[in-house]
């Protein structure tokens, strides 16, 4: 059975920073592209940053390149989402996802989400 | 890259179908067989229920389904039943892998 359980999430400033983790477990995790998706209140979800199986490539909204960085461990099943220069647009729900493929085309299980709120 | 467009709303009894579209452009929806569909109830995360726009992902029940046409994807729901009600979410692959997710359809059944 595919897990996928975020940490890291909190409150902040805006300029401040926040790491987001995720643990995977279930399936072969250096196999498969990972990516996290957030979800504001009442909004649809957008997708903000992936990584390819082998971690060799990484890839960003333009909402958040240059202060985002995705990373994988996949000695340990882990993804990690360093967040910084946090905007109050960057509130919401964040998601760590599992994709089809090595490389992001389409996800197909999500975690249960983590809450980020930047707010002064 | 912008959100794909989806009716804010859709219904219909018990039994009967509905039809939610999804409208991109040619760079995302048009131009790839990579269009998704999930389903997401009040306080969970979303369920994949269709994937490259008209395949089942294991346990989801053939009363959905997907199709394409041009830059615009469908799911039907059939025969609808009451734990149907819920949000509904298409994605599709936009190119240079990115992906890129419409607003959502709150789907009542009446």
């Known amino acids: 059975e595919v897990q996928l359980l975020e940490s890291g999430g909190g409150s902040v400033q805006p300029g401040g920073s926040l790491r987001l983790s995720c643990a995977a477990s279930?399936?072969?995790?250096?196999?498969?592209?990972m990516s996290w998706v957030r979800q504001a209140p009442g909004k649809g979800p957008e997708w903000v940053s992936g990584?390819?199986?082998?971690?060799?490539?990484?890839y960003y909204a333009d909402s958040v390149k240059g202060r985002f960085i995705l990373s994988r461990d996949n000695s340990k099943n882990t993804l990690n989402l360093q967040m910084s220069n946090l905007r109050a647009e960057d509130t919401a729900v964040y998601y760590c996802?599992?994709?089809?493929?090595?490389?992001?085309?389409?996800?197909?299980?999500w975690g249960q989400g983590t809450l980020v709120t930047v707010s002064s | 890259q912008s959100a794909l467009t989806q009716p804010p709303s859709a219904s219909g009894s018990p039994g009967q179908s509905v039809t939610i579209s999804c409208t991109g452009t040619?760079?995302?929806?048009?131009?790839?067989?990579?269009v998704s569909w999930y389903q997401q109830h009040p306080g969970k995360a979303p369920k994949l229920m269709i994937y490259?726009?008209?395949k089942w992902p294991s346990g989801v029940p053939d009363r959905f389904s997907g199709s394409k046409s041009g830059n615009t994807a469908s799911l039907t729901v059939s025969g609808l039943q009451a734990e149907d009600e819920a949000d509904y979410y298409c994605?599709?692959?936009?190119?240079?892998?990115?992906?890129?997710f419409g607003g959502g359809t709150k789907l009542t059944v009446l």
């Open positions: 996802v599992k994709d089809q493929r090595s490389a992001p085309r389409g996800v197909d299980y």
């Open positions: 279930g399936f072969p995790f250096s196999s498969y592209a």
């Open positions: 040619s760079s995302d929806v048009g131009g790839y067989n990579y």
């Open positions: 994605s599709s692959y936009a190119g240079s892998n990115n992906l890129v």
């Open positions: 490259e726009v008209n």
């Open positions: 990584i390819s199986g082998s971690g060799g490539s990484t």
